[in-house]
């Protein structure tokens, strides 16, 4: 048996055939993979002197959207009970919003027969939850009922019924992650959901914690109606398209193609378990590095700066949620004198709410990235959980006040 590993150079499985059996998948940590053809291959990062192509995506279908007739399929769907009804009713923003983007078809179809099953155990501890599409089940873990499960992971496995999930890219997983994050925001700030420790800090998910700085820094590059559509329709020539065309022109796209063939080869997909695992040897340091890379050549082309240099977009790697390895590699961070700065603003944020003796000790941030479900916030905006959920936006007023601290701060230094 052939094992795939990746470390020091990327040495990724090509997938040019639709076939390969994974073993070992008991252990979410290890994966040998054997594929049916000898297709391992070496990639380096590609050069981008070519100009871009026309790239044709998923086509909208003609289609005449009716919550009623979606209500009312729910309602007659004898596998949900009462509370799993409601539920499912809370969440008509979604499709008020993304019908267009739907198959709609599909999606009356599985509403008219999907269940939920709750277990006490999983093999896999990091796991909260599964959607089986061919028996349209979500399966939630360490729950009894709805009531009691995680919020976010009900609404992660939910959204997966709600795709047409053509492919089981790993990219589509991290867009169902954001997705969700946003749609438990939303329940939250319009009073749909109880409160809980997590909502106060605005921690509205932990799913897939290495990558979704990434993916938020994605999101930044690209339109809703992008975000939308490649949501639901999973095709990945909608990424490719939204990041590389401007209204300048067509950029290279082979960066982004590179972008999401790491990704997506980062992690696999497990049939027989139904869920993603990382390759054995998996250097998670050397493939993020370069993810970073390829999003960072579209933000110099598109807006004319540095992901580092934008203080809304390098504030994502900020998130106590992402992984540390950011700081080791130096990516997407901010130094120390930065971190002094907005250290400062938040203590006086703090001292102002909270009285002179509040202090930040201890705290844990919480990023949360702009939303295009909710009017009120359209700026990232960074917690703390001490003291009492301080919560700061990065609007423009911030960022003024950030940057004449620090030239401040750098130029009392440089004396």
Known sequence: M???????????????????????????????????TNTATEFEMPETKSSGSIIFDANLKEQTYNYEEIENI???????TEDEKNFIKKLKFVFDDNNKYMDL???????????????????????????YSNNNTITIIDATNINDAPID???????HSLQERN????????????????????????????????????????????????????AELVDEETLRKYQFLCDKNTLIKGVSYTENGILPQERIEYFIELLNNSRVYNEEENIYVPFNNYDLNDVLIECFDSL??????????????????????????????????????????????????????????????????GAIRTVTPRTFLSDDHLNTT????????????????????????????????SH
């Open 2 to 36: 052939k094992k795939i590993v990746i470390k020091n150079k990327l040495v990724l499985l090509s997938l040019l055939g639709t076939s390969f059996i994974l073993s070992g998948c008991k252990d979410a940590s290890t994966v040998e993979v054997q594929p049916l």
């Open 74 to 80: 729910i309602n007659n769907n004898s596998s949900l």
């Open 105 to 131: 078809d599909l999606i009356k179809e599985r509403l008219s027969s999907i269940k939920f099953e709750y277990i006490g155990d999983y093999d896999v501890d990091s796991i909260g939850g599964l959607y």
């Open 153 to 159: 992971v009900v609404v992660h496995e939910f959204l």
């Open 167 to 218: 492919s089981h890219d790993f990219t589509v997983e991290l867009s169902n992650e954001f997705f969700s994050r946003e749609i438990v925001r939303k329940l939250y700030e319009d009073g749909l959901i109880d409160e809980t420790e997590e909502l106060k800090t605005n921690n509205f998910g932990d799913g897939y914690n290495d990558y979704m700085c990434l993916y938020n820094t994605l």
């Open 296 to 361: 960072d050549y579209y933000f110099v082309e598109k807006y004319g700066y540095n992901i580092k240099d934008n203080f809304k977009v390098s504030i994502y790697f900020m998130d106590r949620r992402s992984i540390s390895i950011f700081n080791v590699s130096g990516i997407g961070v901010l130094n120390d004198e930065e971190y002094d700065v907005l250290d400062e603003m938040m203590i006086e944020k703090a001292q102002d709410e909270f009285g002179e003796n509040a202090t930040m000790f």
């Open 382 to 413: 960074i917690t703390f959980n001490s003291p009492a959920y301080t919560t700061v936006e990065i609007d423009d007023t911030f960022i003024d006040d950030f940057n004449n601290r620090l030239s401040e701060k750098n130029n009392t230094l």
